[in-house]
């Protein structure tokens, strides 16, 4: 199911998994698993992907960090077909996103003996590059009625949705802000004009959507097969530097 109205949807790269992922969901739509329950399979998945990163079955690695990827969209798949909006879903989905994305290149960090200072730059460029995309994404949603259960600004705690606790809505969005709220302020900085845009473009955001998560892995478990695991952490380095061009496209060409 779409996030977005038919006649702005368009081809996310980072989203190669949405077909199978939604077929998951469909088969659970009427049992009781929950979504929750879906995001802690992707954690299960991310956790094998890091172990066979470790032990160098390169091959599994990639398998369990595309299937990570399938499954963080199953989630969502989910929720919309048994129309169960969660902000402690989505937070809990986010903050397992991070953790992991951190793993992921500690991992890599580690069976490559490089420098500690490179896989902070990494990871930092990582969530500046997933940010951005989030970012035009929900704005592009919220400006064409498309789903709203993410906010352009999280900078206050949401109301809970029916079936879901306020305590819990409370403390996931804490702990979701302290992990976050870096990362959205300084996309923020950088491209505070965006939110008055008009609705993006499709080249655009498809574009943009090679910052999507699920692309991020799937470079990543494409350089493992290929046995370029030393330049897995320099390339999202250097990766980073095409969030300057992207915001500069958006405030010259999409102002």
């Known amino acids: 199911m779409s996030k977005l109205p038919n006649r702005y949807q368009f081809l996310d790269l980072s989203?190669?998994?949405?077909?199978?992922?939604?077929?998951?969901?469909?088969?659970?739509?009427d049992t009781t698993v929950t979504p929750i329950q879906v995001t802690i399979w992707f954690i299960i998945s991310g956790v094998l992907a890091i172990f066979c990163i470790l032990y160098n079955y390169h091959f599994a690695a990639a398998f369990f960090l595309i299937l990570k990827s399938i499954l963080d969209a199953a989630d969502g798949e989910l929720s919309r077909l048994k129309n169960t909006p969660?902000?402690?879903?989505?937070?809990?989905?986010?903050?397992?996103?991070?953790?992991?994305?951190f793993l992921f290149l500690l991992a890599i960090w580690y069976i490559t003996d490089g420098s500690f200072l490179y896989l902070v730059l990494a990871f930092?460029?990582?969530?500046?590059?997933?940010?951005?995309?989030?970012?035009y994404y929900v704005i592009l949603r919220q400006s064409v009625d498309?789903?709203?259960?993410?906010?352009?600004?999280?900078?206050?705690?949401?109301?809970?949705?029916?079936?879901?606790?306020?305590?819990?809505?409370?403390?996931?969005?804490?702990?979701?802000?302290?992990?976050?709220i870096i990362f959205d302020k300084s996309i923020y900085y950088l491209d505070k004009q965006a939110i008055d845009s008009k609705p993006f473009p499709k080249w655009f955001m498809?574009?943009?959507?090679?910052?999507?998560?699920?692309?991020?892995?799937?470079?990543?478990g494409l350089m493992l097969i290929l046995n370029l695991e030393y330049y897995i952490i320099p390339f999202f380095i250097a990766y980073s530097t095409l969030i300057l061009v992207y915001i500069g496209i958006r405030k010259t060409i999409l102002k």
């Open 206 to 220: 498809t574009m943009v959507s090679s910052f999507g998560l699920g692309f991020q892995l799937l470079i990543m």
């Open 86 to 101: 969660s902000y402690v879903g989505r937070y809990f989905d986010s903050i397992a996103d991070i953790i992991l994305n």
């Open 146 to 180: 498309g789903d709203s259960t993410s906010r352009v600004f999280e900078n206050s705690t949401p109301k809970a949705m029916p079936g879901e606790s306020q305590a819990q809505v409370d403390l996931f969005y804490k702990i979701f802000n302290s992990l976050y």
């Open 15 to 29: 989203d190669y998994g949405r077909s199978i992922a939604y077929r998951i969901a469909l088969t659970f739509k």
């Open 124 to 135: 930092i460029g990582v969530q500046l590059q997933g940010t951005l995309y989030n970012y």
